[in-house]
């Protein structure tokens, strides 16, 4: 029986945001080794960082597709494939892996065309591979306690969700600016390599699973105001929200609100409580039952669900940020292909993991923006 | 010369909400009595509250108009006249007083029809008098203060605005319910007292004329989904919002977020900064210069503006609260009209009190909103 | 039966800070009417305050010894008075008027000499007069929460407290210094006009009031380190704290700590639960079982005390502040006199205000703590 | 040149605390390697500890001296080893290592006894070897920025400290218990295994640490006292100190203050402004400067410090954590090393690790607070 997994990475080199904070993720729980990658398209800097994880010369791919043939073909050949690369690449590059049979996780947003996020389900579905997307704040443990408590019924049923995702960092693209914040890469603000929404595509649909994978709900509709302050793409949303029950609410997504770093807040209104997370200060929960006092859960405490349980790494009080998140996504994933390999079934709790299905309904949500933003904020169904 | 002012008081008995706040108000500064009023039809409660203030027996009316009759005619009638009945009677009341010649402060909403509106204030115009409406949260020191640093253009031009007012208390009308919520009388939800809104009316309302005081921005147009959730009136509201310089905006009004008693919060995003308002702490702000760490505004600190030390009462962490922003505004309402008794010009800062305008812009915003929300969230002009 | 009564001011013009708190807070409530005062020894400030008020020109006194003399002569004399002088003339003021049969509350700290206190507390007795010492903070809502919390046993018996009342804006005296804070009077740091102590006896000594009105607990001994920074009287002060049923506490006052307005934090820590108020932010109360979630309660909802209903004046979420917490001391008082004038006895929550004990108590706490602090912070017994 | 070390780890089975967290906290720069260990005195959960990391099955030693001994005889033998078991085993392990040439990385507390600690000393610098002593919080990047502000002037001279570290979940040990929090091991309350204190040992010595990291400043002397609640060893502390520059403060330390989980804060005040710190939030730091706003400092931000920003991990918002602050301290260390076996000289940056010194401060702080609540809380000079 295999313990450990094999795995990839296309994108993510030395200098890269998101690829590192993968490989970090993935270590904390010790069960998949990078074995394989093609970092850039740049050599050298695809062997630094291949050499720096001391990789096999012949397992630095030039490119992406022979990575995925070559792993394919070999005994020993990666389990699982991390793409992180800028969004343009997402559809092909999970394309090929899928086409080679090699199970992928792929960040968000997975594609630019819903179609191909359809495609790329169906392919998966084929072959028989696990398919994650990284909407990786449901891999927080407080967003995990707040869908239990919605599930077990301690909010009744939702009415209302106020939901935002707000950041600073764009602002000089309106401002007369020399802020002099640290910035992720402009490739998101160039259509070719984003798709068709900046701030949208890149934290708004954040908004959207955080949302969905707590409550349970699905989109409707949507009606948004989408903002470019002249630039090709958006950098500000204001958007309605219907969903499937019936209730309303309203998600705020922005690259230009000052004060606001990573502020992913979620706040689920129901009939008979409400929930409240702020992703920056992720390890409490405000939980308020009707007519009582706010409630301030703590990671890691007794009064904890059994999930909340499971997926705990450290005690209450010391902090879990970021690269907890990835790992608990990660924990899941890893789980169940080593499940997979071995000839078991996943249990439940392996498979709390951002699929296939959540990034289709990421694309359609951009769509869905997009589309009612240029038609005046008109409803436009999901 | 003289140096105070005789009032009266229509609605606000003993047992009423907020006329009782009126009176503390207007003692913070001593520079009104309370002279004459009808605070109830009921006439044994209209009389246990004239005789808890001492009035003379033949100024507590049994009836509005002959109040307003009455005092027009004595020597040492009074100067104005505060109006705290359910919105029903605000556009009657105020007509007879004003008829009669008499200062309005009334409360919000200022009617139920936009034509009611227009009509008081041509009628107010016309007989040189002044009409204050108690959109009583721009009283508040720290929102005077949020006001002058946008002016001095602190935060540069505004280009998003997120804020919301939202309350827990009438859930029940949609959960299963035992809730042990203190409520507010129970007129808010008849349509023939409350007028065509509940939640938009009674507190989305104050959203709309915070943020315009704060911005000096007017609306444009909004788009609105209000949920009944089987009542009569709207629980529940969000709304896209545009503003004339094009910037956009959402507000959130509702009566039926678990967790929020009376949660006011103002937002203002701009180019080069951002500012932070919260009312259940409303002696606090916070402001952000882009690029920089978020600064936390102290009432009655040296720092801050010329405007919120003139309005200012307590020293610097002594709190003030929502009596001192209903004194705020009675502060500045009575030093215009004790000018005006004394021929004198009132200077801009006694003028700082929402007006009839501000009342016409109230009845605006919540006439567009209840067309959006039936006309499926389509923009309706302001 | 008489239903309002008259009361008379020493100290408080104007100009001062703490009087006009006085005036406001017992307006509130409307049933005592000022009708005589003292409120400065210079002539022109103290008619220019009474003539504001409106009082009769015989009752505008020179001298607080004639206005004690000639109010206990009238039929309509004064059935109180209330001391909001410098430190230095409380004793002499309250004994004056206590001689005369008048009911006193007087602002703390009560008296510079511990017999002096006791001698008041005795002449009081002996005349059968109410003494009130204000110890204003225990007039907060929340604080009552508390106490009602840990009399019902919710928090077990009281194991740690920790305590603080931080300021800053004697930092002056020590930094090089520009600051352009709001400063209150100047007197506090003279030891002729304010006693023994600066920092300990303006602030901490309202500690160690708060903490012994929510736990009933009694102090057993300090050893206390004051620092001077080489001005004549104590800035800062740290100490520990021995309470008569054993457990063990620290106390820290300051007028030179940065950041901190008016920073009066409780924390009571038990062995079932603990308690934390903030004076700045007072309409909220922390309170934790162990091993449970911390609760945030909201003056004003369902779930409080029936004494914090009774003692609540606005619906829970319209913040309540300083003014609100005189109030309640004077709504006590009042009520306790009005029985007093009416031949009734006074009820449990009429004697709701701190009294000549409570001020006994402040003045030997700092006692206690500045001959510990000048013996090398040795314990002292209190 | 060599890129990455070999380390050995004494303590941390799988089922430890800390152990494991130091072994992904190494992983987060990829530049050591685990490939020895001595995890269980019990030979089964040591085989399955060290199999699951994979090491050789001959470098998973049943004993501490025998893995000092063959991996000091090895070629490829570890470079440093980290020490992770309950504290009465840091003093022998360390020596042991020492002894053998081996640098050490030792948790805090560093040995029972002064002597014990400074033989470590004198033995390390004698066999020229670097000791670090994990006093983990200093490794948190805004602790780090903290300094910085400090040492460039920015709150001008200390003058006052208050600091403290808050657990609840012992207070079972005092209150009539079923309370449900996780707890740590419970070796802490023997004093056969954590030595003379519990409380103070355990995290009233992070406290001390911290604040001599951020402020530069050494404990002149104590005057504390500590709670045991009838247990063997203290449950809470009390602690009035003075520095070494005159200045005084107080530390608190409990692990029976219900509603706290691991709340180490704190607070430095100086004659120009004040920084406050909190564990469970740590990605901020509330800078004031005199008479001006709070200042919200967030990590990654462009304003922040030359140092800050090379030890910064994630983008502003994105929150790093305990491990972030373990992985800090193993940064520098393993620079700091890395430098040494390459013949370099480590830069001061390198050397930004707590060292044996500060572990002997620590044991000192422990015995002095120890010594003085056993007579009566009298000063003790450290
Ligand atoms: N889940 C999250 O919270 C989260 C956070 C940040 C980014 N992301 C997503 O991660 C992705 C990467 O974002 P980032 O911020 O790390 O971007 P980045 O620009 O920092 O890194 C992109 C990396 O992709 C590499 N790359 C580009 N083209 C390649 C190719 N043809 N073959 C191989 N490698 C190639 C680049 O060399 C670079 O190393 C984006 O899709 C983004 O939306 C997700
Ligand atoms: N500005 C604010 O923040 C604020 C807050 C609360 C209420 N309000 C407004 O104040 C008004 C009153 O609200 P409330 O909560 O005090 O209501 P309430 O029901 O508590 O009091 C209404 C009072 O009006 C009296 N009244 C009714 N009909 C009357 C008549 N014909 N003549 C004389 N008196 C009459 C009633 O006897 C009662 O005393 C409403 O318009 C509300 O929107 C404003
Ligand atoms: N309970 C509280 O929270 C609180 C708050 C602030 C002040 N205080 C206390 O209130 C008292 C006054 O403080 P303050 O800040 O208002 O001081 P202040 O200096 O602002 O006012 C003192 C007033 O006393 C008057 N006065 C002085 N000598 C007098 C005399 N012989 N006869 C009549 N009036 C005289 C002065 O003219 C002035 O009006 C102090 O004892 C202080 O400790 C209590
Ligand atoms: N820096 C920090 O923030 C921090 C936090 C927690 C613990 N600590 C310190 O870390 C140390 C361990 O604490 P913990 O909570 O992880 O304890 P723990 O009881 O969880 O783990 C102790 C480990 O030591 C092992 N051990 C015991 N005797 C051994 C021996 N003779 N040889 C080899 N291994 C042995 C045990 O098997 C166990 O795996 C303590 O000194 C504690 O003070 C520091």
Redesign the interface.
């Known amino acids: 029986m295999r313990k450990t997994l094999r795995y990839g990475m296309v994108g993510g080199d030395l200098n890269a945001?998101i690829g590192g904070?993968h490989r970090?993720a993935v270590?904390?729980d010790?069960r998949a080794q990078l074995v394989a990658g093609c970092f850039n398209p740049d050599m050298a800097a695809n062997k630094e960082c291949g050499q720096?994880?001391r990789l096999d010369e012949d397992r630095i791919y030039a490119d992406y597709k022979e990575m995925a043939q070559k792993e394919s073909e070999r005994e020993d050949g990666i389990d699982f494939v991390s793409i992180v690369t800028p969004n343009f690449l997402h559809y092909q590059v999970a394309k090929e892996f899928l086409n080679h049979g090699i199970n992928v996780l792929c960040e968000k947003p997975l594609s630019f065309e819903v179609g191909e996020a359809e495609e790329l389900k169906a392919l998966a579905e084929e072959k028989g591979l696990y398919f994650a997307v990284n909407y990786s704040y449901s891999g927080n443990n407080m967003v995990k306690e707040a869908r239990e408590l919605v599930k077990q019924g301690v909010?009744?049923d939702v009415?209302?969700v106020?939901a935002?995702y707000l950041?600073?960092y764009l602002?000089?693209d309106?401002?007369?600016?020399d802020?002099?914040?640290?910035k992720?890469s402009s490739w998101r603000k160039d259509p070719k390599v984003a798709g068709i929404s900046n701030c949208v595509g890149d934290i708004g649909t954040h908004i959207e699973h955080t949302v969905s994978y707590i409550t349970g709900l699905k989109l409707k509709k949507v009606?948004a105001?989408l903002?470019n302050?002249g630039q090709p793409l958006d950098l500000?949303a204001?958007i309605?929200v219907?969903f499937d029950n019936g209730a309303?609410?309203?998600y705020?997504s922005?690259q230009?609100?000052?004060?606001?770093?990573?502020?992913l807040v979620v706040?689920i209104?129901?009939?008979?409580?409400?929930i409240?997370w702020v992703?920056?200060?992720?390890?409490v929960l405000?939980?308020?039952?009707?007519?009582?006092?706010?409630?301030?859960?703590?990671r890691?405490?007794?009064?904890v669900s059994e999930r909340s349980k499971e997926m705990n790494r450290?005690?209450?009080?010391?902090?879990?940020?970021?690269?907890?998140a990835f790992a608990n996504i990660y924990k899941c994933y890893i789980s169940t292909i080593l499940k997979k390999v071995n000839g078991e079934e996943p249990a439940e709790g392996d498979l709390d993991f951002p699929t296939v299905d959540d990034g289709i309904a990421g694309v359609k949500f951009i769509h869905a923006c997009v589309e009612s933003s240029k038609n005046?904020?008109?409803?436009v169904e999901i």
């Open positions: 945001f904070v970090i270590n904390f010790g720096f994880y909010i009744g009415i209302n106020n935002e950041q600073e602002v000089d309106i401002g007369k600016g802020q002099k914040m640290v992720l009606a105001v903002d302050y500000n204001n309605l219907e309303h609410g309203v705020s922005s230009v609100c000052v004060g606001h770093m990573n502020g706040r209104f129901g009939t008979e409580g409400a409240e992703q920056e200060n992720p390890n405000s939980v308020t039952l009707k007519g009582q006092p706010t409630q301030i859960y703590n890691g405490m007794g009064y450290l005690p209450s009080g010391h902090p879990e940020g970021l690269y907890e005046n904020a008109v409803w």
